[in-house]
């Protein structure tokens, strides 16, 4: 949107409108709790629980209370109106043992102290004495379900409901013994008991020991960290960091699992690559605009139990494949609705999700309600962006000046060349023109509590992104609702719904292309200058002009059964849903050159994908003898996907303000069906023996009807083995170690998602072919070989914990990928141009580390986490034929034995002849020659790096100290090289065209220059140097490290908050790719890979925010 | 309470689990229809067949590529821009045999691809139920014919004249008339005199077939698909390139005779060009259809603003071979302009765009007088020969002098002459100059390669592979 009066006027009436709201719902909340504490009780000889029931549901307020306790009070007469929740609670437990505290609209009643020093019945016996008390969260309530350890012995005791516990032992022990309290989720406590009898302890939230719970899979409860051995990198809400300005939450994983490298883009709204331990499909051969032709390289990713649709399919027409631009599904989930993601790296882990885990799979879970208080939080970002390591583009004078050098090198006259050249001294900033200071803003609230049989989470946002580039922004609104209710002790019964609207602008498409700068970008009158003879639209006509709006909608719900047919055998089945729909309004006006010729050209994409997913599964933890424990579980899962297509175009909009097809002059329309449909029966079986040696099996068979007419069914297996070794009688006795565990693990997962009916030679269709009848064209040959391929992973890992503080885990990998499928080159006579096949064997081998330790742990805090990921790709086989090629020399890429599949192929540059400005090679034989001579097949292009780093990850730290919280989040990778766009600096070959990079300032120009940029040439009459895109030239190391992140934060302590009645209250600020690092510097005043990296640049956000809450 | 509970829960389990798995895995195929099933009807066997005429109708074949070829090289078009030039390695002989630097790899592989689906229906048309003989022979007929075309095209572009060597026998194409497996490795190509065996023994098929066939295909006029006569005129300038001259001159005069195709008169010359009418002595055009995306006049008219495509002006040296009465110099056939500050004048045999763009006429009688005087002059006889170069000298320009042939080759000459001035932008030049042993001669030309002597390697492009 283009900031207008009327749309400026808008936007402010938008933030009052907010600011209004946001206080309203404050005050609401206030006067509610204020009035709810009225109560009104009139009664003769109630019991005093019956009394407190009422009291309950009249203020609304939680009770905690031992229900012996209230039950052996008398009745009571009570006669209050209008009276405060504390006179009441006077009356009534008036002339008892009874006490009570408010906070936080909770009523805890307990024996009051001096009764509790009254000698109970279970500590008649003498010499023993019981110690009682409470464990309480940071927030004052009470903690079910904590351990009280009696440190050095195995004697423990677990708080009940209202937190209480009760814990026997003798004087002795009593006088020097310490108690450990412990529960998941918070630090542990060690209490000194000298001499005390009633422990009141609060334990506080820690990060680290969310840990402690792991989510394996969607099919089982979290395992605890210690029964984990399978490999799995876990990432919190906390380490997610959420406040970051990034849209969705697989961008934000970048640096925050080992082994897990996020391929970062820098267009808005759009999904990054995620490589799991390396790449683990094959690059495809077949070019960028088909990229779907081989199995998908990306992870599975799992929400709540329910694969994520991948919204490309392989089948579609090319009309979509072509044309449609698709939104990212991941950023339907909102990541300030994360509890924890769990990545799945090896096949101990992986293996129970089958042929669908060749590429590791992404496990989401999402925060559920607490029992407890309703809590509502409202979390607000503001803040700003802009852009950072710009390519420096020839100004007006320099470009006039190299172009005429140009067409003089091309034989025209002087007076000839001036004239094409064009101005000498215009100079038109369209980089200036085209692109802002954008600005993000981002409302979240959510509102969860219930009580033990019911507990509920609301979660609404909504976000609002704009991107540097004018044109462009992004609009999201999530809603989330979550639901678990336990409808019996056997019974459970959970549900989530979903719904994401997502609202898309990417109207300036032509902002990557640099526009020449000796040309106006208005006419005299003030209208847009045509850019026609560049052959290329007015970005600025086009931004104002043209339309490119996508509206997408995620549906994703689940409902959740759980049946205990007893304590250790549970039944229980997930029916999901994901719906997805995307509408694409693109509309070229006739205005502008891109729609000019049409009169108008609107298209318009409407894709909707069903998808349902079923499984079942029965978890059983047969009780056979102490210190043998057994826990298996198998099921069955259904998936269907369908995915609707529906296009249709449109010339001629004689009106352009009506972009409906209805009133274009001609129409045009498309439409098609896929379906993909899996049958799946999954087992996993889980044992150890004393929490020391441990065994997984996992075992999953798949079938599906992706390969042919004939189902095809496959099984992948994964068996994993864990020793803690350090519990072994003859491990050294090494101070301080806590855990010493050795794991290994093999394994096969697989890859099967191509598209249907692959092997089948098909026919597709144009309904309006020759003479307007339908058409068929053949588009897949026969290929009855086609097959599964499978993915073979080994893991071993060493964990290591010493000093309760530091944490290190090893892991050593390799993953074997067999029958890989992926398009290669056909004979062109055979009729195609390319064929799937089952192409080469391939291995990643490597090795993943994470260093976690609290550094300080007093009152100043300091957490750091280390993590990396080494990885070496390596093609082993390949069928058919040593070699295969790129079908593109752009490409850069070829498939061979021994060489990694991401590397770079091309030409070694030798420099440029002195006397003749040509650029010059070094052939296969090592000899100088000029690129005109140079054998360009990738036949003889050499290895030039590898397009994937051998070594990154991320450096997380976190300090904290007195309400203060600052994070530093800085990511690496080193040994990546990056092939850039030869188009930017290539010889003045495309300068007539677009502006290039002030590289090429250093042309040579006359004999005897040493330079290194060739003769500039248009190549048009065939003089000049070819074109060797993928030439040493344009590759540079991407060896860097960055300053991610910096997010400062304050929380006000919770006595000033509830001072003015809320529960908590957070400031922050958030700073984004603050500092970049690269190995390869940048000469001054010209470009390097600080520049080149990415075409569009990236963007530097600075955002502040508070939560609060209520 | 719970009880009820489970009995829902397994009931819903049930339900689930017991939906029949390989019922439920069974793909319904919707946008694409596998080879075995597509010729199980008599509808679906043809859309295979239109798919086959549609692909003559691309940018890679007669939309473009493949037309404009013979013309760019051969000297009729200069690009009347700088910037963005399309077929600039054809335009200076620097196709280079990796798909990415050669120009005509686009149309080598949409020719291929045709010729592998016109396979499949001579492999499957036996099985096509409940259709006569005659359909079966209509389609077996067009399959033979367009075969044959398209491999006459292909060795055209990719190889030397016929005449090279003097028995043919110098590398050629690779003949595909049985499809590959998948798998099989690239198969050597025959030689010349063997590609145009099998071009004329498809066209004799073909032929054969027509003469039992009826029509199969319910749109468009009867000259936009291939027909006997299509087939015949097609193998007469087949005859004429390998120097058959009996065969070319007699299947020529044969269909000169019939008067089926009678030449368009002066008056009409030029409004033949100019509207969406199907020409009377056109045999065979490709048709546009109401809705093509684009067409080959998007190249031409300078007139289309905001196009990308327009640049092939026409070269001085094609101008000046007109004389100042000829109809085919008429400001309705060029248009002059200025066009990036310079001066340039479009042909405008392809003027129509989009929805009114006019087919692009393949062969048409005219061709067949010039093919009857070449012919009749190589047999020796240059009356005859010269008497059918007048008719088409005289319908263009009535005030032209009577050619009168003083020898073989001054009659040759001049009708290679005759043939630049009357196929200009039809896809001959090039491939005229290499028959007949001709030196290219390119004057308004900024190439490297603007001219070079016969024999030459340029005379063929080089064959565009997959590494």
């Keep these: ?1110 | 309470m719970a009880k009820k509970y489970t009995y829902y829960i397994i009931v819903v389990l049930l339900v689930f689990s017991s939906v029949s798995c390989s019922k439920f895995l069974e793909t319904p195929v919707t946008n694409r229809i596998a080879i075995d099933e597509i010729f199980t009807d008599f509808e679906g066997a043809r859309t295979t067949m239109v798919g086959c005429y549609d692909n003559l109708r691309s940018y890679d074949y007669y939309m473009r590529d493949f037309y404009i070829y013979p013309d760019l090289t051969g000297g009729n078009i200069r690009y009347s821009k700088t910037r963005n030039p399309v077929l600039n390695n054809n335009y200076n002989f620097t196709n280079s045999n990796s798909t990415d630097f050669n120009d005509m790899a686009a149309f080598y592989k949409t020719a291929y691809a045709t010729i592998y689906s016109i396979n499949t229906v001579i492999k499957y048309v036996n099985k096509i139920p409940n259709i006569t003989i005659q359909q079966r022979n209509r389609f077996l007929a067009d399959a033979y014919a367009l075969r044959a075309l398209i491999h006459f095209d292909l060795v055209r572009v990719f190889a030397q004249p016929y005449n090279l060597t003097t028995d043919a026998s110098h590398t050629g194409i690779v003949i595909k008339n049985v499809n590959a497996e998948v798998g099989d490795p690239s198969p050597n190509p025959s030689s010349v005199k063997q590609v145009y065996d099998q071009i004329v023994a498809d066209f004799d098929s073909s032929i054969v077939f027509y003469g039992n066939s009826v029509p199969i295909y319910t749109a468009g006029n009867a000259k936009t698909w291939l027909s006997i006569d299509a087939a015949k005129a097609f193998l007469s300038k087949v005859c004429l390139y390998k120097g058959d001259w009996n065969r070319a001159l007699q299947l020529a005069t044969a269909l000169i005779d019939s008067k089926v195709y009678p030449l368009i008169s002066n008056a009409q010359y030029a409004s033949s060009w100019s509207k969406k009418n199907i020409s009377s002595e056109s045999i065979f055009e490709v048709a546009y259809g109401t809705n093509p995306g684009g067409s080959l006049g998007d190249f031409f008219n300078p007139t289309i603003s905001g196009s990308n495509y327009i640049q092939f002006a026409t070269t001085s040296d094609l101008l000046s071979m007109y004389d100042k009465n000829d109809i085919r110099m008429d400001v309705a056939m060029f248009k002059d302009t200025v066009f990036d500050n310079r001066p340039a004048s479009f042909s405008k045999k392809y003027y129509g765009t989009n929805d009114s763009a006019n087919n692009i006429k393949v062969i048409r009688s005219s061709e067949l007088y010039l093919i009857a005087a070449e012919a009749a002059a190589e047999l020796g006889n240059l009356d005859e020969g010269a008497n059918y170069l007048n008719t088409i000298r005289k319908r263009a320009n009535p005030t032209a002098i009577t050619f009168t042939a003083t020898s073989k080759d001054a009659l040759i000459d001049e009708v290679l002459n005759e043939r630049r001035r009357e196929f200009c932008f039809e896809g001959n030049l090039f491939f005229d100059v290499a028959r007949r042993k001709k030196n290219l001669v390119r004057i308004d030309c900024t190439s490297e390669n603007a001219s070079f002597n016969y024999p030459n390697p340029k005379y063929a492009c080089t064959i565009p592979k997959n590494q």
């Design chain 1, 1 to 1110: 949107m283009i900031p207008t009066p009327n749309n400026i006027a808008l936007l402010k009436c938008g933030k009052h409108l907010l600011c209004v709201w946001l206080v309203g719902l404050i005050w609401m909340l206030n006067v509610e709790s204020v009035a709810a504490q009225k109560i009104t009780l009139s009664t003769q000889n109630m019991t005093v629980d019956k009394a407190l029931h009422i009291i309950k549901k009249q203020t609304g307020y939680l009770f905690f209370y031992e229900y012996d306790l209230v039950q052996q009070l008398k009745p009571i007469t009570i006669n209050v109106k209008e009276a405060s929740i504390k006179e009441v609670l006077d009356i009534l437990l008036k002339n008892t043992d009874l006490t009570y505290s408010i906070e936080d609209k909770t009523v805890v009643i307990r024996k009051s102290s001096s009764a509790a020093r009254v000698p109970i019945k279970n500590q008649t016996i003498p010499g023993e004495l019981v110690i009682k008390g409470h464990v309480y969260n940071d927030f004052g309530e009470p903690i079910n379900g904590a351990y009280v350890i009696l440190k050095g012995t195995k004697r423990v005791a677990i708080t009940t409901l209202n937190g209480e516990f009760a814990i026997t032992l003798t004087h002795r022990e009593a006088e020097n013994a310490y108690l450990i309290f412990s529960y998941v989720g918070y630090s542990k406590y060690e209490y000194r008991i000298s001499g005390h009898k009633q422990v009141e302890v609060t334990l506080s939230k820690n990060i680290d020991a969310l840990n402690d719970v792991v989510v394996t899979n969607s099919y089982s409860k979290p395992k605890r960290k210690e029964e984990v051995i399978g490999s799995i990198a876990t990432v919190t809400a906390q380490e997610l960091q959420t406040s970051r300005p990034i849209e969705s939450f697989d961008k934000m994983l970048e640096g925050l699992a080992a082994g897990v490298q996020v391929e970062p883009n820098t267009e808005l709204g759009t999904p990054v690559k995620i490589n799991i331990r390396g790449q683990n499909a094959l690059t495809n051969l077949y070019g960028a605009n088909r990229t779907t032709l081989t199995t998908s390289s990306q992870p599975l990713y799992v929400i709540d139990g329910v694969p994520i649709v991948e919204q490309r399919r392989t089948d579609e027409p090319l009309a979509f494949i072509n044309n449609e631009q698709l939104l990212n599904p991941l950023a339907g989930i909102n990541p300030d609705d994360i509890e924890t993601i769990s990545v799945l790296k090896d096949a101990a882990a992986a293996a129970i999700y089958g042929a669908n885990a060749g590429n590791g799979v992404i496990v989401i879970t999402t925060k559920k309600g607490k029992a407890g208080k309703s809590r509502l939080n409202i979390g607000y970002n503001n803040g700003w962006a802009q852009s950072i390591n710009r390519i420096k583009w020839l100004n007006g004078t320099q470009y006039q000046e190299l172009l005429k050098e140009t067409y003089m090198n091309d034989r025209r006259s002087p007076a000839d060349a001036e004239l094409l050249a064009g101005s000498s001294d215009m100079n038109t900033p369209w980089f200036e023109l085209t692109n802002r200071y954008s600005t993000y803003n981002n409302i979240d609230v959510d509102f969860s509590g219930g009580n033990d049989v019911t507990q509920f989470r609301l979660s609404g946002s909504y976000l609002k992104q704009e991107a540097i580039q004018r044109g462009n922004d992004f609009e999201k609104v999530y809603v989330r609702m979550r639901i678990d209710h336990t409808v019996s002790k056997k019974f459970n019964i959970g549900f989530s719904f979903s719904p994401t609207i997502t609202n898309k602008n990417g109207v300036n498409v032509y902002g990557i292309v640099p526009i020449v700068p000796n040309v106006p970008a208005y006419n005299a009158d003030g209208t847009f200058y045509k850019l026609s003879t560049l052959g290329v639209p007015n970005p600025l006509a086009v931004i104002d002009q043209n339309i490119n709006k996508a509206t997408g909608g995620t549906f994703n719900g689940n409902v959740r059964l759980e049946y205990a047919f007893a304590q250790n055998l549970r039944m229980s089945t997930n029916i999901g849903a994901d719906v997805l729909v995307n509408k694409l309004t693109i509309f070229d006006s006739p205005k502008n050159a891109t729609g000019e010729s049409k009169n108008g050209f609107a298209q318009i994409f409407d894709r909707t994908n069903f998808g349902w997913i079923n499984s079942t599964q029965i978890n059983w933890q047969p009780i056979i003898k102490i210190h043998h424990k057994i826990d298996i579980t198998g099921g069955i899962e259904l998936q269907s996907q369908t995915t609707r297509l529906l296009t249709g175009s449109g010339t001629g909009f004689p009106y352009s303000r009506l972009i409906e097809l209805s009133t274009a002059e001609s129409v045009n329309t498309a439409s098609s069906t896929q379906f993909v449909k899996s049958a799946s029966i999954y087992s996993q079986l889980l044992y150890n023996y004393k929490a020391r040696y441990f065994i997984s099996v996992s075992s999953r068979q798949d079938a599906a009807g992706n390969f042919g007419t004939n189902v095809n069914k496959t099984i992948n297996t994964g068996v994993g083995l864990g020793w803690v070794m350090n519990k072994e009688k003859w491990f050294p006795q090494i101070k301080h170690l806590d855990l010493f565990r050795f794991r290994y693990s093999y394994g096969a997962t697989g890859n099967s998602r191509i598209g249907s009916n692959e092997a089948r030679g098909l026919y597709t269709f144009y309904a309006e072919g020759y003479n307007n009848m339908v058409s068929s064209y053949i588009e897949t040959a026969p290929n009855a070989n086609l097959t599964w391929e499978k993915n073979i992973k080994r893991n071993m890992g060493i964990d290591i914990g010493f000093k309760k503080r530091f944490n290190i885990t090893i892991e050593f990998y390799r993953n074997l990928v067999i029958r890989a499928i992926n398009p290669v080159n056909a004979p062109l006579e055979s009729g195609f141009a390319y064929r799937l096949a089952n192409t080469a064997d391939m291995e990643n081998k490597g090795m993943d580390a994470s260093f976690s330790a609290q550094i300080a742990t007093g009152k100043f805090k300091w957490t750091s986490t280390l993590n990396m990921g080494y990885n070496k790709n390596k093609v082993l086989i390949v069928y058919g034929g040593a070699v295969q090629y790129a079908s593109d020399n752009a490409l850069a890429a070829l498939m061979k034995g021994g060489i990694s599949t991401s590397a770079i192929w091309g030409f070694q540059y030798a420099g440029v002849d002195v006397n003749t400005g040509k650029e010059l090679y070094y052939d296969n034989t090592g000899k100088v020659v000029t690129a005109s001579s140079l054998d360009r097949n990738l036949r003889s292009a050499y290895y030039l790096g590898d397009r994937l780093p051998k070594l990154q990850g991320g450096f997380i730290n976190t300090f904290s100290f007195k309400g203060f919280t600052a994070t530093i989040t800085m990511v690496y990778s080193f040994g990546a090289k990056k092939l850039i766009n030869y188009l930017n600096e290539n010889n003045g070959r495309n300068l007539q065209n677009r502006n290039q990079s002030v590289n090429l300032l250093d042309r040579w120009q006359k004999p005897g220059d040493i330079a290194s940029i060739p003769k500039l040439s248009t190549g048009v009459s065939g003089l000049g140097n070819p074109i060797v895109s993928n030439s040493s030239r344009y590759i540079y190391d991407d060896t860097y490290i960055k300053l991610s992140n910096v997010s400062l934060g304050y929380s006000l302590p919770s006595s000033i908050a509830r001072r003015y009645n809320l529960y908590s209250l957070t400031v922050f600020g958030n700073a984004t790719n603050l500092i970049y690092w690269y190995k390869q510097k940048t000469p001054a005043n010209r470009n390097g890979i600080k520049e080149y990296k990415f075409n569009f640049p990236e963007a530097q956000t600075f955002t502040w925010g508070f939560k609060l809450g209520i």
